[in-house]
């Protein structure tokens, strides 16, 4: 097997990892349902491990990726640290939504369903940190496949249409989340991720079918 082929198909298969989570992705008041802790947790944090998994294989394909573009070598490499940026900061929004807010509702649950004040006030917190780092990743991700796409349309290595949309998707996204109109909740999370997917899992088809550089 190829590296381009390795790459592509670490690609896809991280980009795979994140749709599955967000398909099955609990919401928050899932944990709190009469008799439905126990079943919402195990979902919750396994969906959470899933997309922790797959981060490894989406960074080793965007690895393969940066190595492919070698027209614009600067500009793919800022993409490639951009993006751990972002792989940084979706890990940590996963562990404070998928384990730790877990843990807490556990608590809550436990205590007859009544938060006290320091559980209400360490739950909203970690809604604040998962936030706060959802944001991280999805202005690091932007930005990143804004940098690979435009290496694409510079270099020509793969096709000019995966360059194009890229160039179109990273602003309209970062417009769409800074301007307040998608808000990162599972549904506006959700739909930024399968933009997204898109990109990458085109990126990894066309890095399958690549010739050796």
Not at 12 to 36: E, K, N, S, Y
Not at 147 to 172: K, M, N, T
Request: with cysteine.
């Amino acid at each position: 097997m190829t590296t381009e082929r390795a790459s592509g198909l670490a690609l896809i298969a991280g980009t795979a990892a994140m749709i599955v989570t967000m398909l099955f992705h609990p919401r928050g008041h899932d944990l709190f349902a009469p008799g439905q802790f126990e079943a919402g947790a195990r979902q919750n944090v396994l969906t959470h491990a899933l997309a922790l998994c797959g981060l490894p294989l989406s960074f080793l394909g965007a690895s393969g990726l940066t190595r492919r573009l070698t027209r614009a070598p600067s500009l793919a490499l800022g993409g490639l640290v951009l993006y751990g940026f972002a792989c940084v900061g979706v890990m940590i929004a996963a562990v404070a939504s998928g384990l730790v807010a877990t843990e807490l509702a556990g608590e809550i649950v436990a205590a007859g369903g009544k938060a006290n004040e320091t559980q209400a006030a360490l739950f909203h917190y970690n809604g604040f940190v998962n936030q706060a780092f959802a944001k991280l990743y999805v202005v690091a991700s932007s930005l990143a496949l804004f940098a690979w796409s435009f290496s694409i349309l510079r270099g020509g290595e793969l096709a000019r249409a995966l360059g194009i949309y890229g160039c179109v998707l990273a602003p309209v996204t970062l417009l769409a989340l800074l301007s307040g109109h998608v808000q990162l909740d599972v549904h506006g999370f959700g739909a930024i991720v399968l933009g997204q997917a898109v990109w990458n899992s085109v990126a990894g088809a066309l890095l399958c079918r690549a010739r050796a550089a």
